[in-house]
């Protein structure tokens, strides 16, 4: 990856290749890429905001209706471009998932098998387990209460 400038925010960062860890394999889809907003781990329900990536929080209202996808890779900083996937499937989760299962935007934006997570003020459906390993991301319209 070449070095990339960013200006955030008045400042100017440089993102190399160091700043994009935890590459996960995406599988056939909707594949996009966008800044960090904070540092974020891969496997995690994102939302966009102001053109930045953030864990999606579903006890803040200000998420509800913002999820774009899941992370595909870690960003370690802020400003570091990362792949998310909006419509496809994900995989690498190891044997965490359940085949079958429906998964809702849970705390922190761990993908959950309970669909309100506690304290939430909305819930989003993200998507179905294919097996213990591969989740297929397609995010739902939230619901806010």
């Not at 909305?122 to 390993?133: E, H, I, N, P, T």
């Amino acid at each position: 990856m070449t070095d990339t400038i960013i200006t955030n925010d008045g400042t100017t960062e440089i993102i190399t290749e160091a700043s994009v860890i935890n590459v996960v394999p995406a599988g056939g889809g909707s594949n996009e890429s966008a800044p960090c907003g904070e540092i974020i781990s891969g496997h995690l329900a994102v939302v966009m905001i102001a053109g930045l990536l953030y864990m999606a929080n579903p006890t803040n209202p200000a998420h509800a209706g913002k999820v774009v996808g899941m992370a595909a890779q870690s960003g370690s900083q802020i400003g570091a471009v990362i792949e998310y996937v909006s419509l496809g499937d994900l995989g690498a989760f190891g044997t965490v998932l359940t085949q079958d299962d429906f998964y809702f935007v849970g705390l922190g934006g761990a993908p959950s098998t309970t669909q309100k997570a506690p304290g939430a003020v909305w819930w989003q459906y993200l998507g179905f387990a294919k097996d213990s390993a591969t989740m297929h991301v397609d995010p739902g319209p939230a619901v806010t209460f």
